[in-house]
């Protein structure tokens, strides 16, 4: 039984590896449309991104399931739920069977991260970049005259950014 608890566990693992790969591969995506200023772009990795994530919460209850039916097979019982805690109660060869995919795992997530990190800064500075743009057109707008012209029955018509005439 416990045998194939470890191999159940290790394809979960794999599983939700592959699945943190594709959110990178997304962030990525992501990250190009916004350096490309690519909107279209950015919205479907926006959804393919909110796809990806409902599959990993799956999966991570999942890995959450099979993880306590292995501490009530061991029948172990821990003060702090945490990785490393139960590593040290499980026979050794778990340990060299679990441990490279968890390095992976840790190493990808942090990836992730900090591609994550760089993309809000990205997402950051085109808002600010937007609000400028948008600061600078009312404030020419506002700089122009708007009320009559030289011949004072004529009114000038008063500019615009958005014509609600159709």
């Known amino acids: 039984m416990s045998d194939k608890l470890k191999k159940e566990l290790l394809n979960i693992l794999k599983e939700e590896k592959e699945l943190y790969q594709k959110l990178f591969e997304i962030a990525e995506a992501k990250n190009e449309a916004l350096v490309n200023n690519d909107t279209e772009k950015l919205v479907e990795t926006v959804e393919n991104d909110r796809e990806v994530i409902s599959e990993i919460e799956a999966k991570d209850q999942e890995r959450n399931d099979k993880l306590q039916e292995i501490k009530t097979e061991f029948e172990i019982v821990l003060e702090k739920d945490s990785y490393s805690n139960l590593i040290k109660k499980l026979p050794g060869e778990w340990g060299e069977s679990l441990n490279p995919i968890r390095e992976e795992l840790i190493e990808l997530t942090d990836d992730f991260h900090d591609l994550n990190e760089q993309n809000q800064l990205l997402l ?43």
């Open 124 to 166: 950051k500075q085109a808002l600010e970049l937007n609000q400028l743009s948008f600061e600078t057109i009312m404030e020419n707008i506002k700089k122009e005259d708007t009320t009559y012209s030289k011949d004072a029955k004529v009114k000038k018509e008063q500019p615009r950014i958005i014509n609600k005439q159709g």
